[in-house]
């Protein structure tokens, strides 16, 4: 909501004084988001003069139409002689009124004027358009005629020589505010003063305290079919309009420095009467109007052309405007095209001019519900469906209507009917009970009863009672609904910054759960190891899971949708964390990062068919344990994992030789650094899984309970994976799932024990068939040398002719060391003997060259 300061005076009498930055800071202390002060006309300075032109010659010669003009600026010039000005616009004609600058004045931006010769002749000035005076937009040329880009051309009745920076209003400062969705009223100069004057605790000017008529049975007839979707209709008629009539200039510029164009003189009113008292109003040519004005739902098939040009599909649930032909408008969205205002226009061969005479102005009020769900449902969103969504004042709409028809009476010379048509549902006011020290315990400060009723009325209130408060909401605070909402009002008004400063003090003996500090440990320990932690939207489009070519029963698929989905492309709730992470990764790669280790820890959302439909849970109290126990038992399996992906060289090249490019075996050592932090040691086996490689596949699998369990996958992706998503070659990934790990794991892990009796390696190369896995021979290996083996390594796999097809070599480097002693050459070689010989037996080793 823009509001000029201005315009914001007319209502209350802030000091003489007061800037806008000083009007910011009192409404930022009283809860509202002014985001900037933007000041108008800094830098300008007059001579700044209303000019009419008295005559116009043509120069030739030149690339572009150049015009050599005489301007009347009255004794502006100290004078009284016409002013000789070059001009290329051309949207300006002899006898029309224009803005002229004069020399020694001053425009935006720096831009001083002077008598220079310019074409062959001398400018003594400049005649000016919107952009040169820093205005937003042109002010449409009178009597209906078009004013493409160019030359600002004032009404005919402002004399030559009046003051333009008065008259065009071009000082003045504008307060941007973000509105808040509980802040409604608001988005109106009436809601914006009435916070203002509560700030500086001074009297309001209400700009709806009008004298409004009774309604009678002469209005225009008007059917509600929904009342609850419409509780308030009020219809005025005027008719007699001039439909050469013009916005006058103070109306446009308040218009345009509030954000909106200007575009015919009824239009402007209804906008302008939106701004000033937040009532969003819509204004019918009684002309194209067949018969009684309905508000109903659309009906199956029906259809509406909205003012936008648009035709639409209208819902069963979309709340219409109707008349005998069907719908005319989107109740507080927008009207139809086909009982618009019609713009003045001019006979080519009488020059009569002809358009609206008369005019029906709507004033309701619609469910914020429906009217939000209907400028939704068609993408639609209007200055009136912003209001109406977020609370309209139901008691504003007589005096909305009211100030519309004044103003047609007194700018467009129509005549008010005596017709007034109002219809209202029942409604009782909303009350609240409140005890008066509720704020006080809300906020830990001792306000007091008075205090606390004097802020409630200065809000609108009316408050009875002494111990327990009565208070009668206002009609223009729907966001009122409970006593915390009151408390809230109470204490933003004594002011946010008066709240002391106090730290809670938490129960001893509370901490890190397990669970979270696996999380906490597996997300240092793979920063430490160079990857960088990615967080990512839990959504996915189903189209990736297709990409990653996963099969049709494949768990994966099973995707939880959500009702109302940030975007429309990614609807559901992720099942593995790989789609984010290698979204990541693609953009980054994109962006001439190349060489990418990205990880992420968060939640997967697994769908088992068996979830019971979510409870509705109360909201005036709260729930019972056994209504959270219903909700929860309503969610997905939520599993907690962890995934990383690699891309690029794992070392980059350099003078000391060529980079290492990131493999399938990275990716396995990220799960090895994971299963780590959780006590665990990992089992690799080959494994086929999408969108994994099949012949770079690992599975991952711990013990629990004596069984082994898959707990993640790690590898090279699939190249039609990588292709498919735009992904560089060779790009692996890892993912695996914490929960299972931490079932698999010893709790907290004990630091090593580190020992000063020296360490004695021995290598063995065993020979096994193709089929046996290192993971086999490395566990009988383990099993074998007993206590004494401190680790081992694969360092080596050879197949040749000489081992015999089928056959391959797997060398390991074995380190014994005891913690108390230096071991003797015969322990050492009977722990090495040992493991050679559970290896024979297990996995069928013979040792190489023996």
């Known amino acids: 909501m823009r509001v000029p300061l201005s315009w914001l005076r007319e209502y209350v009498d802030l000091p003489a004084g007061e800037t806008g930055r000083d009007v910011q800071a009192k409404l930022v202390a009283a809860g509202l988001e002014v985001e900037t002060v933007e000041q108008l006309g800094t830098g300008l300075k007059g001579p700044l003069v209303v000019g009419q032109v008295l005559a116009i010659e043509e120069l030739e010669g030149f690339r572009k139409p150049i015009r050599y003009c005489q301007v009347d600026v009255g004794r502006a010039n100290g004078t009284g002689e016409p002013q000789n000005i070059v001009c290329g616009a051309r949207n300006f004609r002899v006898g029309d009124k224009v803005v002229v600058v004069l020399p020694g004045a001053e425009l935006p931006g720096g831009f001083a004027i002077s008598a220079r010769k310019t074409y062959g ?26 004013a493409p880009p160019g030359i600002i051309v004032l009404p005919p009745e402002h004399e030559a020589g009046t003051d333009a920076i008065e008259l065009l209003e071009l000082v003045d400062e ?20 009435r916070e203002t004057a509560t ?129 005319i408008g989107l109740a507080g969205v927008m009207g139809g095209a086909n009982t618009e205002i019609a713009d003045a226009t001019a006979d080519a061969e009488t020059g009569q001019v002809t358009g609206t005479t008369e005019v029906v102005i709507e004033a309701a009020h619609f469910a914020p519900v429906s009217v939000a769900r209907t400028a939704r449902r068609h993408k639609l969103s209007s200055e009136a469906s912003r209001r109406f969504e977020r609370g309209v004042d139901p008691q504003a709409a007589s005096a909305a209507a009211q100030r519309t028809v004044d103003l047609l009476v007194l700018l467009a010379g129509g005549t008010a009917e005596v017709g007034v048509t109002e219809i209202i549902a029942p409604s009782a006011p909303h009350t609240i009970t409140l005890p008066a020290d509720h704020p006080d315990k809300v906020a830990g400060v001792p306000y007091g009863r008075e205090t606390v009723v004097r802020r409630l009325q200065q809000i609108g209130c009316d408050v009875y009672g002494a111990d327990d408060l009565t208070v009668t909401v206002p009609s223009w605070r729907p966001d009122l609904t409970d006593p915390n909402d009151l408390a809230e009002e109470v204490i933003r008004l004594e002011g946010y910054e008066n709240l002391p400063a106090t730290l809670p003090q938490p129960p001893a003996g509370r901490g890190l759960t397990e669970r979270q500090r696996l999380h906490r440990r597996v997300g240092r320990a793979l920063a430490g190891a160079g990857y960088v932690e990615a967080l990512n939207y839990p959504f996915l489009g189903e189209e990736i899971l297709d990409q990653f070519g996963l099969a049709a029963d494949d768990p994966r698929r099973d995707v939880v949708r959500l009702v109302n989905p940030l975007s429309d492309a990614e609807p559901a709730l992720r099942t593995t ?76 090249a350099g003078w000391w030789g060529k980079g290492t490019p990131v493999s399938w075996a990275d990716a396995i050592e990220a799960g090895r650094i994971v299963a780590r932090e959780a006590g665990v ?90 089929s046996v896995s290192a993971a086999d ?74």
């Not at 009297?203 to 409004?212: C, E, Q, T």
């Not at 005036?620 to 038992?633: F, K, N, W």
Request: aromatic share 4%; net charge negative.
């Open 777 to 850: 021979v490395e566990t009988a290996l383990r099993e074998g040398a007993g206590e004494l083996l401190e680790s081992l390594r694969l360092f080596d796999v050879f197949t040749g002719e000489q081992l015999g097809e089928g056959r391959k070599s797997l060398a390991y480097a074995l380190r014994f060391r005891a913690p108390d002693r230096t071991l003797t050459a015969e322990e050492i070689a009977a722990s090495r003997d040992a493991a050679v010989s559970a290896a024979a037996d297990r996995t069928g080793a013979t040792l190489r060259g023996a």
């Open 577 to 652: 964390l790989l789609p984010g992470l290698l979204g990541a990764l693609r953009r980054n790669d994109g962006r001439g990062a190349h060489d990418l280790a990205l990880f992420e820890t968060g939640l997967v959302f697994r769908a088992t068919g068996d979830e019971p439909a979510a409870v509705t849970l109360p909201v005036d109290r709260r729930p019972t344990d056994e209504q959270i126990a219903a909700l929860d038992a309503a969610l997905p399996h939520q599993p907690r994992r962890v995934a990383v992906v690699l891309a690029g060289d794992r070392e980059q």
């Open 681 to 770: 040691e990992l089992i690799v086996r080959q494994d086929q899984q999408d969108p994994w490689h099949p012949g770079r596949c690992a599975a991952l699998l711990a013990v629990v309970d004596g069984e082994e369990i898959l707990v993640g996958n790690a590898g090279e992706l699939h190249p039609r994976v990588t292709k498919a998503l735009g992904l560089p070659e060779r790009t692996c990934a890892m993912e695996l799932e914490l929960d299972r790990l931490e079932r698999a794991g010893t709790g907290r892990v004990a630091a090593p024990h580190v020992s000063t009796f020296p360490v004695a390696t021995q290598d063995v190369a065993l020979v096994v068939d193709a």
């Open 121 to 146: 002749k001398v400018s003594e000035g400049m005649i000016c358009s919107a952009s040169e005076l820093g205005m937003s937009d042109e002010l449409p040329r009178p009597g209906g005629r078009e």
């Open 174 to 193: 504008v307060l941007d505010i973000a509105v808040t969705p509980d802040r409604g009223y608001c988005l109106s100069m009436r809601g914006v003063a």
């Open 199 to 327: 700030a500086y605790e001074l009297p309001l000017r209400d700009p709806a305290l009008l004298d409004v008529p009774a309604p009678n049975s002469h209005g225009y007839p008007v059917k509600v079919a929904d009342p609850i979707g419409c509780d308030r209709f009020t219809a005025r008629t005027v008719t007699g309009l001039d439909p050469e009539a013009h916005s006058p200039i103070w109306l446009q510029r308040r218009l345009q420095k509030a954000g909106m164009r200007p575009v015919s003189l009824a239009v402007d009113i209804t906008n302008y009467v939106m701004l000033e008292l937040g009532q969003p109003l819509h204004a019918y040519d009684r002309s194209r109007i067949n018969g009684a004005i309905g508000v109903r739902r659309a009906e199956p098939g029906e259809k509406l052309t909205t003012l936008d040009g648009t035709q639409r599909a209208l819902d069963p649930e979309d709340l219409v405007i109707t008349d005998e032909s069907g719908p």
